[in-house]
């Protein structure tokens, strides 16, 4: 005897077809193309501009689970990494220019350069506080002097103990290739 759907069944095909719908509607941007908008925070490298998940290019923050020594006691620092990041956007327009998209299954991924309508660089902004190290790996040395800055001063992620809670090279590994060539940022007057 033929068994009926379960609830469970009906309720994830439903959740399915919401999701195929809505991504239907979901605008899809290429390298170079520009998003504008007020932002999200999502993490210390993150953010949402109409439901657009960004990238910040050239910067590395910790993660959820990354961890330091902080004056001897264990200390998770993403959370602050994000009000940072919060503290760079609030209230102000964010552009980013697409650099790299990664298409997953359910989200596409800008790795973009972003400003803020000040011209403010959202990338800097998170090194010079030492709330994000220089991904050099993407950014060849971009942001290498803000970094050397936050170090001398001590403050953020500086504040750890022993070592940074940032991975500092791609998902396989350190030995993963780096961009090549590697992206020049060109900020806002660029066209």
């Not at 994830?12 to 919401?18: P, R, T």
């Not at 942001?143 to 500086?158: D, F, H, I, M, P």
Request: charged content about 20%.
């Amino acid at each position: 005897m033929p068994r009926s759907p379960t609830f469970r069944t009906k309720a994830l095909a439903a959740g399915l077809l919401m999701m195929a719908g809505s991504g239907a509607q979901a605008q899809s941007y290429a390298k170079g193309d520009l998003i504008t908008g007020p932002a999200s925070v999502v993490d210390g490298s993150s953010l949402n501009i109409k439901s657009e998940r960004i990238r910040i290019w050239g910067v590395d923050a910790p993660e959820r689970s990354a961890w330091c020594y902080r004056n001897g006691r264990r200390w998770r620092p993403a959370s602050e990494a994000a009000v940072a990041l919060r503290r760079c956007v609030q209230g102000k327009t964010i552009t980013c220019r697409v650099q790299n998209l990664e298409v997953g299954w359910f989200r596409t991924v800008y790795t973009s350069e972003c400003w803020a309508g000040d011209g403010q660089d959202l990338g800097g902004c998170m090194v010079r506080g030492g709330w994000a190290t220089d991904y050099t790996c993407y950014s060849d040395g971009h942001y290498r002097n803000l970094e050397a800055e936050a170090s001398t001063r001590g403050v953020g992620l500086w504040l750890c103990d022993v070592g940074l809670p940032t991975r500092r090279w791609g998902k396989s590994g350190p030995a993963t290739p780096c961009e090549a060539p590697p992206y020049k940022p060109t900020g806002p007057g660029a066209k």
